[in-house]
T-cell receptor, first 113, second 108 residues
Framework: DVKVTQSSRYLVKRTGEKVFLECVQD?????MFWYRQDPGLGLRLIYF???????EKGDIPEGYSVSREKKERFSLILESASTNQTSMYLC????????????FGPGTRLLVL | SQQGEEDPQALSIQEGENATMNCSYK?????LQWYRQNSGRGLVHLIL?????REKHSGRLRVTLDTSKKSSSLLITASRAADTASYFC????????FGQGTELSVKP
């Protein structure tokens, strides 16, 4: 079975802090994604990557950056956390090109004070 | 507005009953997927139906797709308390877009 893990289930940070959210998948998937999930807004795509060192902006990239130095790891970076970035962050991966089945991690619930 | 919109937003049924959730979308798609999310967890893929398919089954799940009406339905038969979760459709008009979900509550 595909396993996608995220570094933390819960995280509390202060405004202005730099925040790193890590995601690791163990199935050699080419594609990895970061979403945020908010009540009433559903899942929104922040960034995605189709290959190592490659990244593409999603629908809401502002305030975020990403890093993919190794195929199995995709990091989401909040350069200077703000309260409006309090959310559930979900990482996903997929094997096929395009937008076939995605496998999700358990999520990180981030609270920015 | 969302590409995929689920209906109803919330559904409450008794164990053993069937649950039907609907998804409407706006543009042409390559495929449509359904996912489940248990409270506070990640999403789990349930089933994928391609644009040239009309119906697909997986265990107690039955998915239909009507591309002329741009709609899909997910039927869960003989529901169980463990089916309590949020259910999302995701459409693929080039990239995967998730709806806001239907919250299903199955009471013992």
């Amino acid at each position: 079975d595909v396993k996608v893990t995220q570094s933390s289930r819960y995280l509390v940070k202060r405004t202005g802090e730099k925040v790193f959210l890590e995601c690791v998948q163990d199935m050699d998937h080419e594609n990895m994604f970061w979403y945020r999930q908010d009540p009433g807004l559903g899942l929104r795509l922040i960034y995605f990557s189709y290959d190592v060192k490659m990244k593409e902006k999603g629908d809401i990239p502002e305030g975020y950056s990403v890093s993919r130095e190794k195929k199995e790891r995709f990091s989401l970076i909040l350069e200077s956390a703000s309260t409006n970035q309090t959310s559930m962050y979900l990482c996903a991966s997929s094997s096929q090109p395009g937008q076939e089945t995605q496998y999700f991690g358990p999520g990180t619930r981030l609270l920015v004070l | 507005s969302q590409q995929g919109e689920e209906d109803p937003q919330a559904l409450s049924i008794q164990e053993g009953e069937n649950a039907t959730m609907n998804c409407s979308y706006k543009t042409s798609i390559n495929n449509l997927q359904w996912y489940r999310q248990n409270s506070g967890r990640g999403l789990v893929h349930l089933i994928l139906i391609r644009s040239n398919e009309r119906e697909k089954h997986s265990g107690r799940l039955r998915v239909t797709l009507d591309t002329s009406k741009k709609s899909s339905s997910l039927l869960i038969t003989a529901s169980r308390a463990a089916d309590t979760a949020s259910y999302f459709c995701a459409t693929d008009p080039g990239k995967l877009i998730f709806g806001q979900g239907t919250e299903l509550s199955v009471k013992p």
